[in-house]
């Protein structure tokens, strides 16, 4: 199922759009989009926060396992996050693509990609799992 409707997470919470986390795809099967870093996600170190990472990682992972089960009045939230950070970054693009590794009646498993855009090179991947639960009312 692919969804032609933007996905806005400017207006979900002041900490979802503090990520900056763009989705430019999304369906049932991948999620894509892009984040651009900068001093507003740095540790007191100057570089970006792993927890940015994670946050991006949980957000493609759910928008796109939500977006799978939808049509059976589900959606889907994460029960365990696994975010390896590859290489530290100070600002600038890094792409994000998510994909399921597996798709099941109840729980779902996801892979999620963050890569620079500069030059493609790996900079955090993770896996999350989620549980499908009823869409509330």
């Not at 799978?68 to 365990?80: K, P, W, Y």
């Amino acid at each position: 199922m692919s969804e032609q409707q933007p996905v806005d997470l400017t207006v979900a919470s002041p900490f979802v759009a503090a990520m900056k986390f763009t989705v430019t795809e999304r369906s049932g099967t991948r999620v894509a989009g892009h984040v651009d870093l900068g001093p507003d996600q740095h540790t007191p170190w100057g570089v970006v926060h792993g927890g940015v990472y994670c946050s991006v990682v949980e957000s493609a992972a759910s928008i796109g396992a939500s977006t799978a089960v939808r049509e059976q009045g589900q959606f889907s939230v994460g029960v365990n996050n696994n975010t390896d950070f590859i290489r530290s970054t100070t600002s600038g693009r890094v792409d994000v693509v998510a994909e399921p590794v597996q798709q099941g009646r109840t729980q779902q498993l996801w892979q999620v990609l963050l890569t620079r855009a500069e030059d493609g090179k790996l900079v955090a991947r993770g896996q999350v799992r989620l549980q499908n639960v009823p869409l509330p009312g």
